[in-house]
């Protein structure tokens, strides 16, 4: 979760979905690679910026189910969801460092959102993890 201006939280619009998707950066932990580790590698190859400085993290894996004709569009059927871990990072850096066009292109667009606008922003299968992230940071977000 990157928290920027006026403590509201970075969410970039998917550059392959077909509607108005949106979702905070994530992605995996490459073997033998920290959580911290993981968290900075996705946020420069999801934002183009590493701009930011470490709040928190979660201790807890938290999960979400896909929809199963997705799990089975994108993940060949093999997995049913997700467990993540969560950072909280502060955005030290100006719009302008925000840059979506990198060789990991995740997002074709990107916006600063309030807290309370999050889970009516993303897909219907991750409002649940993304109200509990919340939860998890709100001492950040106050």
Same mark, same amino acid.
């Given at each position: 979760?990157?928290?920027?201006?006026?403590?509201?939280?970075?969410?970039? !619009?998917?550059?392959? =979905?077909?509607?108005?998707?949106?979702?905070?950066?994530?992605?995996?932990?490459?073997?033998?690679?920290?959580?911290?580790?993981?968290?900075?590698?996705?946020?420069?190859?999801?934002t183009?910026?590493?701009r930011?400085?470490? %709040?928190?993290?979660?201790?807890?894996?938290?999960?979400?189910?896909?929809?199963?004709? %997705?799990?089975?569009?994108?993940? =060949?059927?093999?997995?049913?969801? !997700?467990?993540?871990?969560?950072?909280?990072?502060?955005?030290?850096?100006?719009d302008?460092?925000i840059?979506?066009?990198?060789?990991?292109?995740?997002?074709?667009?990107?916006?600063?959102?309030?807290?309370?606008? %999050?889970?009516?922003?993303?897909?219907?299968?991750?409002?649940?993890?993304?109200?509990?992230? %919340?939860?998890?940071?709100?001492?950040?977000?106050?």
């Amino acid at each position: 979760m990157l928290i920027g201006p006026g403590r509201r939280i970075f969410v970039g !619009q998917r550059a392959d =979905g077909a509607g108005a998707e949106w979702q905070m950066p994530q992605g995996g932990i490459d073997s033998g690679e920290s959580v911290l580790e993981a968290a900075a590698r996705e946020l420069v190859e999801e934002t183009g910026t590493s701009r930011a400085l470490l %709040l928190d993290v979660t201790d807890e894996w938290i999960t979400y189910d896909v929809p199963r004709a %997705l799990a089975r569009r994108v993940w =060949g059927g093999r997995y049913r969801g !997700q467990a993540q871990r969560w950072a909280a990072l502060a955005f030290t850096g100006t719009d302008a460092d925000i840059v979506l066009d990198g060789p990991h292109r995740e997002f074709r667009a990107w916006r600063w959102l309030d807290p309370a606008a %999050l889970p009516d922003a993303v897909v219907p299968f991750k409002r649940g993890l993304y109200c509990q992230v %919340l939860s998890r940071f709100a001492r950040w977000l106050a």
